[in-house]
């Protein structure tokens, strides 16, 4: 069972738990987070998820999800790229880029630049069954195709100028 902290819509939590899987009260939210890592060549990886998974499965993604109980979303953030994908990162590698607060969820969004052959990552069984590195075209025809999870999708829309950005420095 895993239990996730509840806040309210201010992002101050409650003291109160929520059990994953069961709905959300009105005006209850939880912590997500997820990174977009970059290499030094500015691909992203995207890990796909696996095929096992309820939402999104077979779909390229960027690493992330809930917060545990007493987790903050950098710890959240990083316990789930090492778990996802093997990789670990310092605290001060990762960049916020922006929050937001969608339906039931306050998400935080990081970046995180680090290059790391594909050989060299674990994928966790029934979480990510694939990974590669893609351009910005790369992304955008696997886009186009319909292989990105829809709320990677929006948060890409969402964060289109900090992707121009890294793309075009």
């Not at 059990?19 to 060549?41: D, I, S």
């Not at 590698?93 to 929050?99: A, E, G, I, K, T």
């Not at 709320?151 to 992707?163: G, I």
């Amino acid at each position: 069972m895993e239990l996730w902290d509840i806040y309210d819509r201010q992002r101050r939590t409650t003291g109160r738990f929520h059990v994953r899987g069961t709905p959300m009260g009105r005006g209850e939210y939880h912590l997500t987070a997820f990174v977009w890592v970059f290499n030094r060549q500015r691909e992203l990886l995207l890990t796909r998820r696996a095929p096992e998974k309820e939402h999104y499965a077979n779909c390229w993604a960027a690493t992330g999800g809930a917060a545990l109980v007493g987790e903050t979303s950098l710890q959240t953030v990083r316990r789930e790229l090492r778990e996802e994908t093997g990789i670990e990162a310092d605290e001060a590698d990762f960049h916020l880029v922006r929050s937001f607060r969608e339906h039931s969820t306050f998400s935080d969004v990081y970046f995180l630049f680090h290059d790391i052959p594909l050989s060299a990552l674990h994928l966790q069984p029934g979480e990510t069954t694939e990974a590669r590195w893609v351009s910005k075209a790369g992304l955008e025809a696997l886009v186009a195709s319909g292989e990105v999870a829809q709320p990677d999708v929006r948060r890409l829309r969402q964060l289109r100028d900090e992707f121009r950005k890294i793309w075009n420095a």
